[in-house]
């Protein structure tokens, strides 16, 4: 069946750091790839997508690309802000199947710091 | 414009009781989902509703968990005989059309259930 790992946190940086969250999935076919954010006391919200090999999702300084060979789907930001303080879940969906359900990872709590 | 609502925020309960849990999907929206996050399972697929069917019941953890969809829009889960195991928070998604594997999901703020 499908599945996504996510590293592990929580990850703990300083304003301005470098971040990256390692994702890796297990699918058949050729899933669509999403990473959700949540913020302390909100609801998920989805943070970027990529439907395609080699597709490059970006928002809010955030960005993913879509590895296929790899199968990879790893969250950089260049620059953090105590704002991005949040549980991050990356999250494939299989287009062949009924639906469009969602298999998450586990999630990784970033805390930054000012 | 209004997003997915759910209701009630949180809920405690004491084990063997019933409870229902709404879903208020976006207008317009036909494809529905239920999911749950808890501390030991992560976030899990319960139902996906289309319409006021469910072609993919396939993450309802027992016979106890049953869910309805009415008008296409609002949706009822209901666990029944409670168990301290069904603890967790209980979130609501809906999206456009549900096809494709590209349809953006959008999710309520969840509903807390507590089972004592």
């Known amino acids: 069946g499908n599945s996504v790992t996510q590293m592990e946190g929580p990850v703990t940086l300083s304003e301005e750091a470098f971040l990256t969250i390692n994702c890796t999935y297990t699918?058949?076919?050729?899933?669509?790839l999403f990473w959700y954010v949540q913020y302390p006391g909100e609801g998920l919200q989805l943070l970027l997508k990529a439907t395609k090999a080699d597709d490059k999702g970006s928002n809010k300084g955030f960005e993913a690309t879509y590895r296929k060979e790899t199968t990879s789907f790893h969250l950089e930001k260049g620059s953090v802000q105590v704002s991005d303080s949040a549980v991050y879940f990356c999250a494939l969906s299989d287009p062949t199947a009924a639906g469009n359900k969602l298999t998450f990872g586990g999630g990784t709590r970033v805390l930054v710091k000012p | 414009g209004a997003g997915v609502s759910q209701s009630p925020s949180n809920k405690v309960t004491e084990k063997g009781k019933d409870v229902e849990l709404r879903c208020d999907p976006i207008?317009?929206?036909?494809?529905l989902y239920w999911y749950r996050q808890s501390l030991g399972q992560g976030l899990e697929f319960l139902i996906y509703f289309q319409g006021n069917s469910a072609p993919d019941k396939s993450g309802l953890p027992s016979d106890r968990f049953s869910a309805e969809r009415t008008g296409g829009s609002v949706s009822t889960l209901t666990i029944q005989r409670t168990q301290q195991e069904d603890s967790a928070v209980y979130l609501c998604?809906?999206?456009?059309?549900?096809?494709?594997?590209?349809?953006?999901?959008?999710f309520g703020p969840g509903t807390r259930l507590t089972v004592l």
């Open positions: 998604a809906s999206s456009l059309s549900g096809g494709g594997g590209t349809d953006t999901q959008y």
């Open positions: 699918a058949t076919g050729y899933p669509s």
């Open positions: 207008s317009g929206h036909t494809a």
